[in-house]
C-alpha cells in the first residue's frame, strides 16, 4: 500500500532559521499529499496539501512542492518561529485512510 | 462552526475496565475515521464509517475494539477489557464527502490503562 518516509527529529533551530523536513513516499498512482501540524496537546491540524504532481502547497510561511520525479513532499519554511514549535506528519490518502509518517519534532528557540 | 470535539479528552481506566470514546464530527461530514496514536508515533488507522455503515474497521487491534455510528452522525469507540498497550491517544476525523480526501481532526482523547 501507499507509505510515507520522514526524517527522524528533533529538529532544532534557532529563530529565523531556515526549515526543511523531508517526506518521501511510495504511491500507486499520483495521490493527494498533506502536512498536517500538531500543537502540544492539540490534535492534527491541516498545514498544507497539494492534489498533483507539480503543485505546490502553502500556508502560514509554509510550502511544500509535490514531486513527482524524486517521489518527494518536503516541508519548507524560510525563518521559522518559536510558535512553529510542534510536531509535523506528512500524509497521504490510500483506500479512504491517511497513512502517516512518524512525525519530525520541530523545536525553536529565541 | 463548531470543529470536531471528542470527550472525555482524557481517561485512566484500571486494566480490565470497559472504556467508551466519543467522537462528535462536523455538522453534516458523512465520513469519519478513527485513529490510535501511540506515543511518539504517527497516527495509525483503526476504522472507517460513511454515514452509518462502517466501511472498513481492518486496523481495530483486537475484537476488544468496537465502534458504532448508528445514526450516522456522533461515534462511540468502546474499549473493552482494556490492557496497558491500549494506552495511546485516539483521535477522531471527519470529511465533507466520500471523495472529499482532507480530513479534519478533533483534540483527541489520551488513554492510560494502570
Known amino acids: 500500500g501507499n507509505s510515507v518516509t520522514q526524517m527522524e527529529g528533533p529538529v532544532t533551530l534557532s529563530e529565523e532559521a531556515f526549515l526543511t523536513i523531508n517526506c518521501t513516499y511510495t504511491?500507486?498512482?499520483?495521490?493527494?499529499l498533506f502536512w498536517y501540524v500538531q500543537y502540544p496537546g492539540e490534535g492534527l491540524q491541516l498545514l498544507l496539501k497539494?492534489?498533483?504532481?507539480?503543485d505546490k502547497g502553502s500556508n502560514k510561511g509554509f510550502e511544500a512542492t509535490y514531486r513527482k520525479e524524486t517521489t518527494s513532499f518536503h516541508l519548507e519554511k524560510g525563518s521559522v518561529q518559536v510558535s512553529d514549535s510542534a510536531v509535523y506528519f506528512c500524509?497521504?490518502?490510500?483506500?479512504?485512510?491517511?497513512?502517516f509518517g512518524t512525525g519530525t519534532r520541530l523545536l525553536v528557540s529565541p | 462552526g463548531a470543529g470536531v470535539s471528542q470527550s472525555p479528552r482524557y481517561k485512566v481506566a484500571k486494566r480490565g475496565q470497559d472504556v467508551a470514546l466519543r467522537c462528535d464530527p462536523i455538522?453534516?461530514?458523512?465520513?469519519l475515521f478513527w485513529y490510535q496514536q501511540a506515543l511518539g508515533q504517527g497516527p495509525e488507522f483503526l476504522t472507517y464509517?460513511?454515514?452509518?455503515?462502517?466501511?472498513?474497521k481492518s486496523g481495530l487491534p483486537s475484537d476488544r475494539f468496537f465502534a458504532e455510528r448508528p445514526e450516522g452522525s456522533v461515534s462511540t469507540l468502546k474499549i473493552q477489557r482494556t490492557q496497558q498497550e491500549d494506552s495511546a491517544v485516539y483521535l477522531c476525523?471527519?470529511?465533507?464527502?466520500?471523495?472529499?480526501?482532507?480530513?479534519?481532526f478533533g483534540p483527541g482523547t489520551r488513554l492510560l490503562v494502570l
Open positions: 464509517f460513511q454515514n452509518e455503515a462502517q466501511l472498513d
Open positions: 500524509a497521504l490518502p490510500w483506500v479512504q485512510k491517511l497513512v
Open positions: 497539494a492534489t498533483k504532481a507539480d
Open positions: 476525523a471527519s470529511s465533507p464527502s466520500r471523495t472529499q480526501e482532507t480530513q479534519y
Open positions: 455538522s453534516g461530514h458523512v465520513s
Open positions: 504511491a500507486t498512482g499520483y495521490p493527494s
